[in-house]
């Protein structure tokens, strides 16, 4: 079986605490030596790993921004929106660059290829957000209430997103440069939730601006299916969009629209994507916990097959 070809993130097995050899050579024991570094990571423990992979002959073929992690956390967000370069205020969105500055630092000391990154957020009120996962979790789909609530959220984030995409774009025209001069692109990833940036209007917009400029299309699988099954963007427009410009592509399950499951796991069919699957794309399963090792090594055989019908 030739898994070169194939990657996983250590979002799957390498949580605060775990031991960073013994987990790699779990990912070894699978059959797979390439990696990407996932957002997880504090600087004394990235300084650990970064000192193993080399010596262990792993690969880093991506880093997740932020890597490391910010040392002070926020309340109320995600690790990787601590810092968000969509932000209006001026401090936070500096905060932003600077430490994407460091994951493109962290990609060049391990010789990989591209920083994967969110955008940022239209700031609207996570109610709207909220109310419309919670009816389609409560099997509301299509309903009345339903096309109500997100024709409302839609609205609501159209009329307040251009000044967010302009933020964007100011720190992309900062970051890109960066990027170009320590010879690692920046893969800008599909969304999860409908309020984040870019929606694919956006990431058409994103692209052609900074065209030719180190910003490339890192497609999502769980997150553009989550995108259609909520009604908002079907998941085959993104691959077809952007099929030219798409360096790389995140592989992972769910059932509802609850993902990061091990491929093969959920209610996805992978056939939907197998013919984007080419030698060029930087491939990363980024399963999260509960995945086992028996479902990981069932989804790489499964991958590489795919690949070879196609």
Not at 85 to 90: E, F, I, M, Q
Not at 257 to 264: E, L, N, V, Y
């Amino acid at each position: 079986m030739n898994v070169d070809c194939l990657a996983i993130s250590t979002a799957w097995n390498l949580q605060d605490g775990s031991d960073i050899k013994e987990k790699l050579s779990e990912i070894k024991s699978i059959g797979l030596n390439a990696i990407e570094i996932g957002y997880n990571f504090s600087t004394q423990r990235l300084q650990e790993l970064t000192s193993l992979v080399s010596n262990m002959d792993i690969r880093v073929v991506s880093v997740h921004n932020f890597c490391p992690l910010p040392s002070e956390s926020r309340i109320n967000r995600f690790a990787t929106d601590y810092y968000r370069l969509s932000s209006p205020d001026k401090q936070e969105r500096r905060k932003a660059v600077d430490y994407t500055k460091r994951s493109i630092d962290t990609a060049c000391l391990v010789s990989a290829r591209v920083v994967v990154i969110h955008a940022g957020v239209v700031e609207i009120k996570r109610d709207y957000v909220r109310a419309l996962l919670n009816l389609y979790n409560e099997g509301k789909l299509n309903s009345r209430q339903y096309l109500k609530a997100k024709d409302k959220l839609l609205k609501i984030r159209q009329l307040e997103s251009r000044r967010y995409l302009d933020f964007v774009v100011e720190s992309l025209q900062e970051i890109l440069p960066y990027a170009c001069s320590a010879g690692v692109n920046i893969g800008l990833e599909t969304r999860y939730y409908p309020h984040e940036i870019p929606d694919i209007k956006e990431a058409e917009y994103l692209l052609s601006v900074f065209k030719n400029r180190g910003l490339f299309y890192w497609h999502d699988v769980g997150h553009a299916e989550v995108n259609e099954k909520l009604g908002i963007t079907s998941h085959r427009d993104y691959l077809m969009k952007f099929a030219d410009c798409m360096l790389g592509i995140h592989l992972h399950d769910l059932k509802g629209i609850d993902d990061h499951m091990a491929p093969f796991s959920g209610d996805f069919d992978f056939s939907k994507i197998a013919t984007y699957l080419h030698g060029g794309l930087i491939k990363v399963i980024e399963a999260h916990p509960p995945a086992t090792r028996q479902q990981i090594r069932e989804a790489v055989n499964r991958i590489i097959l795919l690949m070879r019908d196609t």
